[in-house]
């Protein structure tokens, strides 16, 4: 575990979506946390733990506040961008790492033709990256697409290394368009639900 200045005080709180001190959270850090490693080599591995051990999911969405957490994420062991980016700044908080929750939205050009078909559209609203702080600086973290989901739409998963901004690639592996991030609604201490639930009822009315 790490001291940070108390200018960070707001980004190491628990919150309510943001629920890190729950027996959850906790055991799901414990696992993976080595006293060995430096801060940024444990928070790498919780970087790849969140994007590969949670499934990505578009399907099994609630809207209960309850679903965001980063408890309820471990239990179901699956979730889509926005509860995955909590979970990861749960984790970083855990041990001690600043983090906030960044959301954009993006143009997804490779989206299957059932999500297409369920959404209406293939920009994703709101979509969420976590903004940790480590070695003196801000870098994004995007854990919401893991390996075999990537391996299956011909994408590299993205890398994190704890100095450099890991976000969507605007390509595929053969040049074709893949992300293309759009509007930034800007980072925040915790899950905005309700401006959250705004930009879903706007974008997916049928869904929300």
């Known amino acids: 575990m790490i001291t940070v200045s108390t200018e960070f005080e707001e980004y190491l709180k628990p919150t309510e979506f943001i629920d890190y001190k729950s027996p959850e959270v906790q055991e799901f850090v414990k696992t993976c946390f080595s006293q060995d490693l430096g801060v ?5 591995k919780l970087y790849y733990k969140v994007r590969d051990l ?3 999911d578009t ?3 609630m ?9 309820s994420t471990i239990n ?3 979730g889509f961008c926005i509860p995955k980016g909590i979970l990861l700044a ?14 954009v939205d993006v143009t997804n050009h490779i989206a299957s033709e ?3 078909k369920r959404m209406r559209s293939n920009v994703f609203v709101f979509h969420s990256y976590t903004d940790l702080f480590l070695e003196g600086k801000w870098v994004k973290a995007t854990p919401a697409f893991n390996k075999t989901l990537c391996k299956k739409f011909n994408v590299e998963p993205l890398g994190f290394n704890g100095r450099e901004d890991s976000l969507f690639q605007q390509f595929d592996k053969n040049g074709g368009k893949y992300m293309e991030y759009m509007k930034d609604h800007g980072v925040f201490a915790d899950l905005p ?6 930009r879903f009822r706007e974008a997916y009315p049928h869904m929300v």
Not at 91 to 97: D, E, K, L, N, Q
Not at 193 to 198: A, L, R, T, V
């Open 54 to 56: 949670i499934m990505y």
């Open 59 to 61: 399907y099994d969405i």
């Open 40 to 44: 940024s080599a444990n928070m790498i």
């Open 63 to 71: 809207f209960e506040p309850s679903f965001f957490k980063a408890s």
């Open 76 to 78: 179901r062991g699956s």
């Open 114 to 116: 059932k999500i297409l």
């Open 193 to 198: 639900y309700e401006m959250m639930i705004d």
């Open 90 to 103: 749960a984790a970083a908080r855990a041990i001690g790492v600043p983090s906030r929750l960044g959301y």
